[in-house]
Nanobody, 124 residues
Framework: QAQLVESGGGLVQAGGSLRLSCTAS????????MGWFRQVPGKEREFVAA????????YYADSVKGRFTISRDNAKNTMYLQMNSLTPEDTAVYYC?????????????????WGQGTQVTVSS
């Protein structure tokens, strides 16, 4: 229903920072929450963070809490993921997602629109 486009991925050294962006377009009337997931080859897709669009309530995976910050700009229909203190374990393809659930979800099934993914590579 919604079209999502990520940007901001790239190569960064350990300890560095990146900010990912995800802009939504199309039919977004049913969007209540958005989130970020990441996936490494050979691994299952992993939840990173989620945000409820109406009030900005957030939820983070333990692995990124304190290092990553999820936010949104309602006027621009854009979600951000500020990633600090990056480590090689953060290397993955990062996907943004949108869903129609009011409750913040950490499972992929809670989202029905996905971006194409953006590669984040952290060197040691």
């Amino acid at each position: 229903q919604a079209q999502l486009v990520e940007s901001g991925g790239g190569l960064v050294q350990a300890g560095g920072s990146l900010r990912l962006s995800c802009t939504a377009s199309g039919r977004t009337g049913s969007r209540y929450s958005m989130g970020w997931f990441r996936q490494v080859p050979g691994k299952e897709r992993e939840f990173v963070a989620a945000i409820r669009w109406s009030d900005g309530d957030t939820y983070y995976a333990d692995s990124v809490k304190g290092r990553f910050t999820i936010s949104r700009d309602n006027a621009k229909n854009t979600m951000y993921l500020q990633m600090n203190s990056l480590t090689p374990e953060d290397t993955a393809v990062y996907y943004c997602a949108a869903g129609s659930n009011y409750a913040l979800r950490s499972d992929s099934a809670g989202y029905d629109s996905w971006g194409q993914g953006t590669q984040v590579t952290v060197s040691s």
